[in-house]
């Protein structure tokens, strides 16, 4: 089964950068699909960048297009997210999750059924 822990967070100023990693134990993400999704308070879990890692093809929401860059390192089987130009609303939690039973790329949460236990990005104006 595989874990994933998230690392990297923290707080950065308005147009600043952060890069977010996605640590998979217990099993390989080759054929994946790994999700990147946040969370801000009173806030619906919004699924906003993937990878299908099979082809490293990569998809975003409108949100975050243009500023965020997922890749994946197939040596450290990790996954990551490169966020720049960081505005306040981009603060929430950000969560990766997987699933592999997942053949196709999906920015609904409740596909997915392995979680990461979250990473806090605050972004301060």
């Known amino acids: 089964q595989v874990q994933l822990v998230e690392t990297g967070g923290g707080v950065v100023q308005a147009g600043g950068s952060l890069r977010l990693s996605c640590a998979a134990a217990?099993?390989?993400?080759?054929?994946?699909?790994v999700g990147w999704f946040r969370q801000a308070p009173g806030s619906e879990r919004e699924g906003i960048s993937l990878?299908?890692?099979?082809?490293?093809?990569?998809y975003y929401a409108d949100s975050v297009k243009g500023r965020f860059t997922t890749s994946r390192d197939k040596t450290r089987n990790t996954v990551y997210l490169q966020m720049n130009n960081l505005k306040p609303e981009d603060t929430a939690v950000y969560y990766c999750?997987?699933?592999?039973?997942?053949?196709?790329?999906?920015?609904?949460?409740?596909?997915?059924?392995?979680w990461g236990r979250g990473t806090q990005v605050t972004v301060s104006s």
């Open positions: 999750a997987t699933d592999p039973r997942l053949r196709y790329g999906s920015f609904d949460p409740r596909d997915y059924n392995y």
């Open positions: 217990g099993g390989t993400l080759d054929y994946y699909v």
């Open positions: 990878i299908i890692t099979s082809d490293d093809s990569t």
